[in-house]
């Protein structure tokens, strides 16, 4: 029996681990670009910019690409030197954007060769309305932290609202920063409790037990590519647990388009050749989409016109989180020396409790004192010319800090893909999303409280910052699980096409506020676990 | 790469005011960041919004520490956009990029010091405003009294064709249509001058180049042609290359001919592919102050020049009688300037106009529908002046130039 796994994700490469270490032979197909590895390993950030030959060229890019204008309201750009993110200049780009503004991976190990490596599990609040319960869960994110190192704390306030979550690792080194809003935390505990606030340490798949080679070393460098590969990237620690099985071949360069549909089944692939060019079919028995939500909605699109051109080619949903950045200056912070080495992801984590109508309970939140970054752009925020800005901004840099809040979602009509139905661009999909209204109170009361919250932890909030939909890059519920031919059944099984399961985010019929990566390894393992092969 | 000065100078800074500026952080200047820094402002024009009004009547301000500063609070508050914010934040930037440069720019008081330091900052801040604003007003003054001769430009959407832009006048125009938002099609006559040009461009630059050599007769039409470009696409055309043999006489066949192909013959050869059609349009014909009057050892460029204004304006009145009125046709004649084709000595610095203003004049009066233009008016004047003195007074002036 021939199985293809689509995608080398984190979904793609639980998937393919889960169904070897079934005894099954599988495929994984993947268009495989990869990195080079990232220089001087053990240099910190601001150290690198006395060791590399062209730290601008590294830095900011060739032609500055990565300078903010004044006046773009960004306080930061990806770093140039990174490329494995995907997006409308990509050749293999074919989606087209309706006010959402994605981004895609085509490297071996998808959107998590640069993802913030927050390690949370969906409890059974979280859960409401997918057909799925908690203890099915909870088995595989046993599986998932069994092979995936997370660094956290074995007990703390957050503890009671992160069920399923089994760190094991010490928690991350926090900053004296992070050390100092911790402190206010304890004294001001009750009052914050009354607002439904809780602070904790965060739970990230880092390596940080010293004895092993590949831990943490603090170089504060973990958005330009972590050089220890301390965190967790599945195109690394879990493709290399694939390739140990005999039964496993990873198949790079080929790009999948669609599924050929038979006789309520698919009977082959139809894909690119991304080295030719050409567009090939090759026969396989059963086929796994772990694509990510939005290549495997389009996938699923262009089977479905194949298979029932009758009827409309759209998806039931598309889903993404909103982020929302308040910044805040920690006043005992001022004048204080920066640390010499951190984490730079964040390390602290806030929850936001409460009820809030169809919405989970726990809302996430992401405390992250800053740490190395290049400066510019939030030095010309500031509301005095460059040379004040730039003299008050390294006074204040100790004290400054910002909270990323994670909104929920849910599938809502009119968010949603849909295929191109004629003409040049017949294979494309159009990305249509528009922020739910009702999301907007939960957002403002929510906002309410971490703003109270900071103030009564001595730091003083100040403006906010909402990305644009589509930056989320929570991809979800484009082939949920539900009853209809466009979604698929609970153990993640088409139900339009018997021998296909929809193995990543695709798949979940709502999208909860926690990071999603734990919960994507989760149900990829629970699918191949329980496909009926 | 900056061979021939800032290509944008309403976005670029020199490297005396990169010192200023460095000064004014408290940072090093370093020439390897200077060269980031201008490649980069050298882009600004197609990347960013473009100033206009008052915000760029400041961008002309030279920057010296008291206007940098000054200019650094008031964009603040007032241009959140203007190229000198741009300036500035790509400075920081570059220099925190760089391991003495970030030092630089963090080192900062710690503890109690710190408190004090802000307290301090803020007090010195109110005062600078108070200047700042004072400066501010009195160059507001100055931009309102000025308005009555300034004429803006905005040349965004518009397909501007001028030929020899890898030097002197056309290179010039060209520079100047760009940075007003025009798209350009600029010829030149070899591959090599248009490689030399392309390498000296920001690749954003929306300039199309191409290689004609005009001495052929039928070059230019063919050469737009074989590249798809249609006579209806271009708003104006701005025929601005030229040739001049000097030292060689007029008796001089070879030299004769090429100077009138070049000069002359060329611009009928392209008038005739682009006034056909019925697309509004303007045809600015590049002559000189010459024509008025006859001189030696040229090569006939004094003549080929006065064929060129008479043609010009007989062309105009033909256009006239048979109904074409929407192609405007101007003749420019300017007089002495900083061209690149002549040397400057002490007197003639004092008395030339800028190239890059003869071009910001061609433009302006282009788009404004201008039939002459004899850039600097003073020179056209005295050219006057002595020509109604006579061929006598004029061979007395004229035959004694070496």
Known sequence: MKIVVIGAGVSGAHAALTLLERGFN???????????????????????????????????????????????????????????????????????????????????????????????????????????????????????????????????????QLAGSYPSQPPIRLSSADERLTRAYERKKSRLHGLGIRLGLARLAVVTDPQRKDACDYCDRCLWGCPKDSIYNPGRSTLQACESFEGFRYVPGRRVLSLVPGEGKITGIRFVDTGSGQTHVETCDVAFLAAGALETGAI?????????????????????????????????????????????????????????????????????????????????????????????????????????????????????QVLVNAGEQREAVRLCYQEANEKSAYITQSVARVRAALWRLGCMPKGIIQSAPGAGIHYAGTVPMGEGIKRCDATGRSNLFANVYIADGAAFPSLPSKSISMSLAAHATRIARSARL | MMMQGPLFPTWQIDEDEYRTVCAYLGISPKAHLYEKLSAYLASAPFRFKRPRGFALFLAGVRLTRF??????????????????RHVLNCVIGLHECDGEGYRELASAPAGWRAALAI??????????????????????????????????????????????????????????????????????????????????????????????????????????????????????AILCAGVKHGGTSVLAMPALRETFEVNYFSTVDFANWFCAGNSRKSLVLVSSIGRWHGMHLTGGYNASKAALSIWGESLEMELRAVGKQHIDIMIVEPGIFESGMMKRSGVAKLLLTSRRDVAKQILSGAMAGKKSLRPPFWFAVLTWAVCLGGRNLRYRLFARIK
């Open chain 1, 26 to 160: 599988v495929e994984l197909w993947d268009v495989g670009r990869h990195e080079d590895s990232f220089p001087e390993p053990g240099v910190t950030f601001h150290e690198l910019k006395n060791r590399l030959d062209d730290p601008v060229d590294y830095f900011l890019g060739r032609d500055l690409d990565a300078l903010v204008p004044p006046g773009r309201g960004e306080l930061l750009r990806y770093p140039p030197s990174r490329h494995f993110l995907a997006s409308d200049k990509d050749p293999l780009w074919n989606f087209l954007s309706d006010g959402f503004a994605p981004l895609g991976s085509y490297h071996r190990g998808g959107l998590a060769n640069g993802w913030g490596a927050n390690a949370l599990s969906f409890d059974e609040d979280d859960l409401a309305g997918w057909p799925v319960s908690f203890s099915e869960m909870d088995s595989a994110y046993r599986t998932v932290y069994a092979r995936i190192p997370v660094a956290g704390p074995v007990h703390d306030d957050l503890s009671s």
């Open chain 1, 300 to 416: 699923f699109l262009r089977s479905l016109r194949a298979a029932r051109p009758d009827i409309s080619p759209e998806t039931e949903g598309l889903m993404d989180t909103t982020v929302l950045k308040l910044p805040y200056v920690a006043l005992s912070g001022i004048g204080r020396p920066p640390d010499s080495r951190s984490f730079q992801y964040n390390r602290l984590i806030m929850g936001i409790l409460g009820e809030h109508g169809p919405w989970p309970r726990y809302l996430h939140a992401e405390v992250l004192h800053l740490p190395s970054l290049l400066y510019h752009p939030l030095i010309e925020s500031m509301p005095f010319g460059s040379r004040l800005s730039k003299k008050l901004f390294f006074v204040l840099k100790s004290a400054l800090g910002v909270v990323s809040l994670f909104f929920p979602d849910k599938i809502t009509p009119g968010n949603r």
């Open chain 2, 67 to 84: 206007r940098l500063a000054r200019m650094d609070q008031a964009t603040r508050l007032f241009f959140p956009e203007h190229p000198v």
């Open chain 2, 119 to 236: 307290a301090g900052w803020l007090t010195g801040y109110g005062f600078a405003l108070m200047v700042t604003l004072a400066w501010l007003g009195w160059n507001f003054l100055a931009y309102v009294a000025g308005t009555p001769f300034r004429r803006e430009q905005n040349l965004a959407g518009k397909r501007i064709l001028i030929t020899g832009v890898n030097r002197g006048l056309g290179r010039d125009l060209m520079l100047h249509a760009l940075e007003q938002g025009a798209e350009v099609i600029g010829t030149v006559r070899s591959q090599e001058a248009l490689d030399n040009l392309a390498a000296e461009l920001p690749r954003e630059a929306p300039a199309w180049l191409l290689v004609a050599d005009i001495s052929q007769p039928g070059a230019l039409p063919r050469v737009l042609t074989e590249n798809r470009t249609q006579a209806e696409a271009i708003d104006l």
